[in-house]
């Protein structure tokens, strides 16, 4: 099976030597999208403001390998401060539906940016031929 590299544009991964994504027969491996804007800065507003603008760069690179936020299999959400996972449980019924993904969610010290707090990545199914 062929790899083939994921590209959104902008693509503010390509100077740190990482792909947006990695395509893989039918399957999407989406590296973690975090809550900066197109610009590459992390968007004001806290936490919710973070997590939206996270998943909505999800919904684009996803889209951007051929699948959607309705083919997610399994995510993973780091966050940097675990009193926000109300916040996030709030995300995940506003981006996915049922059947829900299979999910982690994590703790973590930080992400590669202090001002960042959540960070989201996804494993998804892609569709050939329409078929789904």
């Known amino acids: 099976?062929?790899?083939?590299?994921?590209?959104?544009?902008?693509d503010n991964y390509a100077p740190f030597l990482l792909s947006q994504g990695i395509r893989y027969?039918?399957?999407?491996?989406?590296?973690?999208?975090?809550?900066?804007?197109?610009?590459?800065?992390?968007?004001?507003?806290?936490?919710?403001?973070q997590g939206e603008q996270a998943f909505a760069n999800l919904r684009r690179a996803l889209e951007a390998g051929g699948s959607s936020l309705d083919d997610v299999i399994k995510v993973t959400i780091f966050v940097t401060d675990m009193s926000n996972f109300g916040e996030v449980?709030?995300?995940?019924?506003?981006?996915?539906?049922?059947p829900y993904p299979a999910d982690t969610i994590a703790e973590v010290k930080a992400l590669y940016d202090p001002k960042v707090m959540i960070e989201i990545e996804a494993i998804a199914a892609v569709h050939t031929g329409g078929e789904k």
Do not use: N
């Not at 099976?1 to 902008?10: D, F, L, S, Y």
């Not at 804007?37 to 004001?44: A, C, I, S, Y």
């Not at 449980?89 to 049922?98: I, K, Y």
């Open 25 to 49: 027969g039918d399957l999407l491996f989406i590296s973690g999208q975090a809550g900066a804007g197109e610009d590459g800065k992390v968007v004001e507003g806290g936490f919710r403001a």
């Open 89 to 98: 449980v709030e995300l995940r019924r506003r981006f996915f539906s049922e």
């Open 1 to 10: 099976m062929k790899i083939a590299r994921v590209v959104t544009t902008p």
